[in-house]
């Protein structure tokens, strides 16, 4: 009988030895892995190794302001990006032109500059489409990247938007609220005091003391050691989880921290608030 129960004692023990050996570690299971992190769509700033800054300019091209602001970029050797709205460049076309033939980016900012978080799909695919298709007649290029309105649209609409056209939807970290004519000099005191590397400076071309403030913006970021790309430039240079650096990109500045305080609660940065207030469109 001692024998029997040993005998039987032994076989249990066997079992369980080789249940335990057949049992994958869930540790180490690929089952367990997180899944991906969704593609990145929509930004307003990146962290970065260098001092890069992208300078935006919204609602043109205008025949009264943008060719004396390309002037000042070509003297300078600085490469923007226009975000133009479809109707305005039916009226300019060689103004677009230019802005491409000298090397600065194109974006979609829509036909007529409505409020597209308050539109059904079927008015912002056409808003987009037409857009599109009066740069392409113009270029012979599509754009990559758009900016709405207002930054104003539903997470549901980037996720479509991005689908159907591809592009990335562009916002801003730095706005001087030029579009509310504060003055050349406070434009452009904003701009510097609150610029960061990584960030993307919302303008607007159509504003004639906007481009008045730019020779002081344009020379005051390049003493601060700041680099000028396109948007899609500064994307490509996107390193998630670095920290950004100080306001003054100069070396000499590493060792001090830049004050970024804005001159009034509304120059406050804002990443995604309806901010762009058109002129008379």
């Excluded at 300078?76 to 491409?100: D, S, Y």
């Excluded at 005191?189 to 610029?195: A, D, H, K, N, P």
């Excluded at 607007?204 to 481009?211: C, E, M, Q, R, S």
Aim: aromatic share 4%; glycine share 6%.
């Amino acid at each position: 009988m001692t024998r029997i129960l040993l005998s039987m004692l032994a076989l249990a023990a066997l079992s369980a030895a080789g249940n335990a050996q057949s049992t994958p570690a869930t540790a180490n299971s690929p089952a367990s892995a997180a899944p991906p992190a969704p593609a990145k769509i929509s930004y307003s700033s990146v962290k970065t190794d260098g001092p890069c800054i992208a300078l935006t300019f919204d609602d043109g091209p205008s025949a009264a302001t943008t060719p004396r602001l390309l002037d000042m970029l070509a003297q300078r050797h600085i490469k923007v990006t226009f975000f133009v709205v479809g109707q305005m460049v039916e009226a300019h076309p060689e103004i677009l032109q230019r802005e491409a033939a000298e090397g600065h980016e194109i974006g979609n900012h829509t036909w007529d500059h409505p409020d597209l978080a308050k539109k059904p799909d079927d008015v912002v695919r056409s808003q987009l489409q037409r857009t599109q298709d009066i740069i392409v007649q113009t270029l012979g290029a599509a754009p990559k990247l758009m900016r709405p309105p207002y930054g104003a649209l539903a997470p549901k609409q980037r996720q479509w938007i991005n689908k159907e056209f591809g592009y990335k939807i562009i916002l801003w970290a730095v706005d001087p609220m030029d579009w509310k004519r504060p003055g050349s000099a406070v434009v452009a005191q904003r701009i510097l005091s609150q610029t960061r590397a990584g960030d993307i400076i919302l303008v607007h071309d159509i504003h004639p003391p906007t481009v008045d403030a730019m020779p002081a913006v344009l020379d005051g970021l390049l003493a601060k050691g700041f680099k000028f790309v396109t948007v899609s430039e500064l994307l490509a240079m996107d390193k998630p989880g670095k920290a950004k650096p100080a306001a003054d990109a100069s070396p000499a500045a590493a060792a001090t921290p830049a004050a970024a305080t804005p001159t009034e609660p509304g120059a406050a940065k804002k990443n995604d608030q309806k901010n762009d207030l058109p002129d008379s469109l």
